[in-house]
């Protein structure tokens, strides 16, 4: 059974710092990509960060510069550094990971930035 676990999310005040993990477990075969997304009320899901196998990054506009993504892939987690957190940050940030013929996603995890 496949699971994504997630941890790291909570309430920060803005300008504060939060850190992501998801690790996962089950999966049979090499991990792709493994990302985050995140979806704030009312809103569609959207990508914040993605990296590679080989650790190619990439971020959305919004996050450029205040997030950092990582992964350990002897642990198959994947991590979202983020700093200088805004409330527009606020969101439940989703974990995602593809193999060659699956799309996996965590619970989520709730991000709150407020003063």
């Not at 790291?8 to 005040?13: D, F, T």
């Not at 089950?26 to 569609?44: E, H, L, N, T, V």
């Not at 940050?89 to 593809?98: L, P, R, S």
């Amino acid at each position: 059974q496949v699971q994504l676990v997630e941890s790291g999310g909570g309430l920060v005040q803005p300008g504060g710092s939060l850190r992501l993990s998801c690790t996962a477990s089950g999966i049979i075969g090499s991990i792709g990509d493994m990302g985050w997304y995140r979806q704030a009320p009312g809103k569609q899901r959207e990508l914040v960060a993605r990296i590679t196998r080989g650790g190619s990054a990439s971020y959305a506009d919004p996050v450029k510069g205040r997030f950092t993504i990582s992964r350990d892939n002897a642990k198959k987690t994947v991590y979202l550094h983020m700093n200088s957190l805004k409330p527009e940050d606020t969101a439940v940030y989703y974990c995602n990971v593809k193999t060659l013929m699956n799309d996996f996603w965590g619970q989520g995890t709730q991000v709150t930035v407020s003063s």
